[in-house]
């Protein structure tokens, strides 16, 4: 079934997730449209690789910023009949096996090969500065507890397999795309401004409100709610939690992100269904 959109439907939607509660200066960075052709990209796809898993070393497991927009954007994909699997390495699988999030693919350099998909998507994963290096947001060297999973990002690109980068710090898998505006709007940019680019960017205040953006984003492409309820989105985020997921701001195994209550998260989340829900048909 297909549903005539009007674009402006994707304008309130960049808006929403282009909040920015931490103050980390990413408007300059978003790209209006960039919503639009990634949602687009992939309703029309067969089979993606979702990436996601940011480490904490200061919790010692990965973060609860990224999952969260992974599984809602696995289950919308699912539902939409498009084969789905969550790539994440050594350090972050825990969090997405503890948490049930299936099927479950463990990096390794061949991936890309030997599964075939037709649209890669990065949530909140770390990729390699200009040095070659992985650096969390506050400049420190995180290449320890680090797989090169954004390698699979450079392969594809140089496949001709589209791909998708969401990120909200500027160190995120996508944000080659828009390097230089990194080293000059964003922190410690210089440092840690990720060179991996994507066919598209998606950029927003917390990486998971982007993954929900792109969610809404098919919704309306397809004229179906595609959303988590605001029940499922609390469960999965209790269950990548329980999981051992921190926050990746506080460092705490807690049922925030990036440091915001889940009240901040529940208000996005909720903007974003009255939205869908005064579009679709269903
Ligand atoms: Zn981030
Ligand atoms: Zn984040």
Not at 74 to 80: E, I, K, R, T
Not at 217 to 236: F, H, I, W, Y
Request: proline share 6%; charged share 15%.
């Amino acid at each position: 079934m297909t549903f005539q959109v009007p674009s402006q439907g994707f304008t309130p939607i960049e808006r929403i997730i282009a909040n920015d509660p931490g103050g980390r200066g990413i408007a300059p960075l978003v790209r209006p449209g960039e919503l639009h052709d990634a949602a687009e990209l992939l309703i029309a796809t067969r089979s993606v690789l979702i990436v996601t898993g940011f480490f904490i070393p200061a919790g010692g497991a990965c973060e609860t910023d990224g999952p969260p927009g992974a599984w809602a954007l696995g289950d919308a994909l699912a539902s939409l009949g498009i084969e789905v699997g969550y790539v994440t390495d050594a350090a972050c699988l825990p969090v997405l096996g503890g948490a049930g999030m299936t099927p479950l693919i463990e990096y390794d350099p061949n991936l890309l090969t030997r599964h075939k998909p037709t649209a890669l998507v990065s949530i909140e994963r770390v990729g390699r500065a200009a040095d070659g290096k992985y650096y969390n947001m506050r400049g420190k060297d995180i290449g320890a507890f680090t797989a090169p999973v954004d390698d699979m990002f450079l392969q594809a690109n140089a496949a001709g397999i589209p791909t998708i980068g969401i990120g909200d710090g500027g160190n995120e898998i996508g944000m080659g795309n828009v390097r230089e505006l990194v080293a000059a709007n964003i922190k410690l940019g210089p440092t840690i401004a990720c060179v991996v680019p994507t066919t598209h960017l998606i950029v927003a205040g917390v990486s998971n409100w982007g993954a929900w953006g792109l969610v809404a984003g098919l919704s309306l492409l397809c004229g179906r709610n595609l959303l988590p309820t605001v029940e499922q989105a609390r469960r999965q985020l209790d269950a990548i939690v329980a999981a051992g997921a921190v926050d990746g701001v506080t460092a705490r195994p807690e049922a925030t992100v990036d440091g915001l209550s889940w009240e901040r998260q529940e208000a996005i989340l909720r903007s974003l269904l009255s939205i869908v829900q005064g579009i679709t048909t269903e």
